[in-house]
């Protein structure tokens, strides 16, 4: 039987008489990589802030890695990692002290802070770039080692907003091959994304139009649904449906 680690029962958030969120239900589980889609103004960034603890619903209910996003919001941040396309490391600070900085806040020990920085500047081959400002290095390899850093304290899972916008296409595919390393770990991939190529690696694949959940199942049946050749298609045939474009 397969691990639920998030939850939602008719999550809704209310901006005035703005419903940004509306009565969203879902499941993702143990491992999975979940893509969480949507055109501008869909609302996905307002739900993941309320997956993150970062934003309490208005209504509805949610459990993260098993806490309620109303009551349990500081366990909830213990247990998951984010990755963001606009910031995820300080660029003024080297590699070594963005690694040491993030898993301090992460909660890591200085034994384990030692031993976690040693393997990840081994693993990602920054041996020569560890005392170099983050500025310096080239995009691509930022956005490498901001994923993992956001999975240094293992957690259960790690939302990823946009995470590889902007890179090229050799990159974008590597980055992919770290995420399916986290996964066959058992780490939840929650990520969204504005390149329907990568909705195709994901487990399942979510699609919001205007605050709502119009279609989920896994690329492959959502293509046979939509009678499409690809996601791209998929999604436009959704998101032409929008009427709002602020999210």
């Not at 909830?76 to 606009?86: A, L």
């Not at 990602?124 to 560890?130: D, I, M, P, R, V």
């Not at 595919?173 to 929650?190: H, K, L, P, V």
């Amino acid at each position: 039987m397969k691990e639920t680690v998030i939850k939602t029962d008719k999550l809704t958030k209310r901006f005035g008489d703005f419903i940004a969120t509306n009565e969203i239900s879902f499941e993702v589980y143990k491992g999975e990589i979940f893509g969480f889609l949507g055109a501008n103004g869909a609302g996905k960034t307002t739900a993941m802030r309320m997956l993150c603890g970062l934003s309490t619903p208005s209504s509805g209910k949610a459990e993260i890695a098993g806490f309620d996003v109303y009551k349990q919001t500081e366990q909830i941040k213990k247990n998951i990692g984010y990755m963001s396309q606009k910031f995820s490391l300080y660029e003024d600070l080297t590699v070594l002290e963005n690694i040491r900085f993030f898993g301090g806040i992460y909660g890591l020990t200085d034994l384990q802070l030692k031993t976690k920085s040693e393997e990840l500047i081994t693993q990602l081959g920054l041996a020569s770039e560890a005392k170099k400002l983050v500025a310096s290095l080239p995009l691509g390899w930022k956005q490498k080692l901001s994923f993992s850093v956001a999975i240094l304290h293992e957690p259960k899972i790690v939302f990823l907003d946009e995470p590889t916008g902007g890179v090229d296409p050799i990159t974008r595919r590597q980055f992919w091959d770290m995420i399916y390393e986290a996964s066959n770990r058992g780490i939840t991939i929650f990520v969204t994304t504005h390149y329907m190529d990568e909705a195709e690696y994901c487990n399942r694949v979510s699609i919001m139009v205007d605050g709502k959940i119009e279609a989920l199942d896994t690329p492959h049946r959502l293509k046979e649904q939509f009678k499409s050749d690809s996601m791209d298609d998929v999604f436009y045939q959704l998101a032409r449906k929008a009427t709002r474009s602020d999210n």
